[in-house]
């Protein structure tokens, strides 16, 4: 009969403890810029986009292509960024 009451009090301890580490994840974020500065996105540790600032100078139709490739790359920036953050995080938490 113990043992049933010691998983439920360890699943209540992984839920708040899985808790605890989503609002870490919300709460880290990185500011990544485009090479010339003509794109910011901001993403949260779970990888959500924040937000995003487009420079006039490329909001224009025959920039398309060039708004969409600078778009991923930038994004792909960023995720390394707040992988790092993350990672430099959890070691300090865990204490590795």
Request: net charge positive; aromatic share 6%.
């Amino acid at each position: 009969m113990g043992n049933i009451f010691d998983s439920l009090k360890q699943i209540g301890q992984l839920r708040h403890q899985a808790a605890q580490f989503e609002r870490l994840l919300r709460s880290k974020t990185v500011e990544v810029s485009s090479p010339r500065g003509e794109l910011k996105l901001v993403v949260n540790g779970k990888m959500e986009l924040i937000s995003i600032e487009i420079s006039p100078d490329v909001l224009k139709p025959e920039n398309k292509e060039y708004l969409e490739k600078l778009f991923r790359n930038t994004f792909a920036s960023a995720q390394k960024e707040i992988e790092k953050v993350i990672s430099a995080e959890v070691k300090s938490t865990l204490g590795f």
